[in-house]
């Protein structure tokens, strides 16, 4: 019974995904400046040495959430394929 409603929640997040995908503000401007941010939070990591290591740390930990963020759609595009791919198999 759980497989199925996770079958059901995994179907509908990967349309909601797609939905997302298509849509051309979210594309333009979302993900742009998101993507800039992970770019900027990167440079500031590796290439800024005025940074002492509470900062560089700090610094980390913000890129690694915003990238998280970032690769976020993609991840779970790929877990819902996954679990459907799965449920479709065992039928």
Request: charged share 45%; glycine share 2%.
């Amino acid at each position: 019974m759980a497989d199925i409603a996770a079958g059901k929640k995994a179907q509908k997040d990967l349309e909601d995904i797609e939905a997302l995908k298509r849509f051309k503000p979210f594309n333009e401007y979302y993900q742009r400046r998101l993507y800039e941010e992970v770019v900027k939070l990167s440079e500031k990591v590796l290439h800024n040495d005025s940074l002492d290591d509470s900062q560089r740390h700090d610094a980390r930990i913000e890129y690694k959430t915003v990238k998280r963020i970032w690769d976020m759609l993609d991840e779970e595009e790929s877990a819902c394929r996954r679990i459907i791919d799965s449920e479709t198999q065992s039928e």
